[in-house]
């Protein structure tokens, strides 16, 4: 059963047209992650949500946002996206502290036309 | 950038030889994750290891780190077709609180039947 999922799999946007990507979870976790991987690259960690508090990585584009409504959702909004945004994006969860791996969902791919 | 480097970049080799794959990281951790990517999809956990830990097994796999180098081993013996993908290592530098992964830069390994 899956545990994170992403929808859509696969999403079409124009330049500049906003566009939300979403995540859900199962497993009750309070951390969760947006990545952004590019072809043949290696994820690359936006932000993330550590229960309601959200935290930006120093080199996140201002264009990217997150909203964590309730524990298991959590949504990826680019507000104006360009051409380099086109990417895959994975959202992943984990539970805070200690060590403890991270379940990743199988991903968006973002086209821009 | 915390963004750990692999190599090698690509590997190929024929089923039922072993396949080694090198990680190199940039800060302290608290430890070290492999994860396997198949094309097109999500991310999948294969082995933890922790910063007071030299070696760890599971299955087809062998990890080992060492912290003084700041650099992990991924081994899997007598490789598949199926492990065909791209492995990546994640460092947590964090002891508490959320677990921010960063990831290497991958190594595609290609088992040729």
């Known amino acids: 059963d899956a545990m994170v999922i992403q929808n859509p799999r696969y999403q079409v946007t124009q330049f500049g047209k906003p566009v939300t990507l979403s995540c859900s979870q199962t497993?009750?976790?309070?951390?969760m992650y947006w990545y952004q991987q590019k072809s043949s690259q290696a994820p690359k960690l936006l932000f993330h949500?550590?229960?309601?508090?959200?935290?930006n990585e120093a080199d996140t584009p201002d264009n990217f946002q997150s909203r964590r409504p309730n524990t298991s959702f959590c949504f990826l909004d680019i507000r104006s996206p360009g051409l380099g945004d086109a990417a895959m994006y994975l959202c992943?969860?984990?539970?805070?502290?200690?060590?403890?791996?991270?379940?990743f969902g199988q991903g968006t791919r973002l086209t821009v036309v | 950038s915390q963004q750990g480097e692999e190599d090698p970049q690509a590997l190929s080799i024929q089923e039922g030889e072993n396949a080694t794959m090198n990680c190199s990281y940039k800060?302290?951790?608290?430890?070290l994750q492999w994860y396997r990517q198949n094309s097109g999809r999500g991310l999948v956990h294969l082995i933890l290891?922790?910063?007071?830990?030299r070696e760890k097994h599971s299955g087809r796999l062998r990890v080992t780190l060492d912290t003084s180098k700041k650099s992990s081993s991924l081994l899997i013996t007598a490789s598949r077709a199926a492990d065909t993908a791209s492995y990546f290592c994640?460092?947590?530098?964090?002891?508490?609180?959320?677990?921010?992964?960063?990831f290497g830069t991958g190594t595609r390994l290609t088992v040729i039947p």
């Open positions: 994640a460092t947590d530098a964090h002891a508490t609180g959320a677990n921010n992964l960063f």
């Open positions: 290891i922790r910063s007071n830990e």
């Open positions: 949500y550590y229960d309601k508090d959200f935290n």
């Open positions: 497993l009750n976790h309070n951390v």
């Open positions: 992943a969860t984990s539970r805070k502290g200690g060590d403890t791996e991270a379940f």
């Open positions: 800060t302290s951790i608290n430890n």
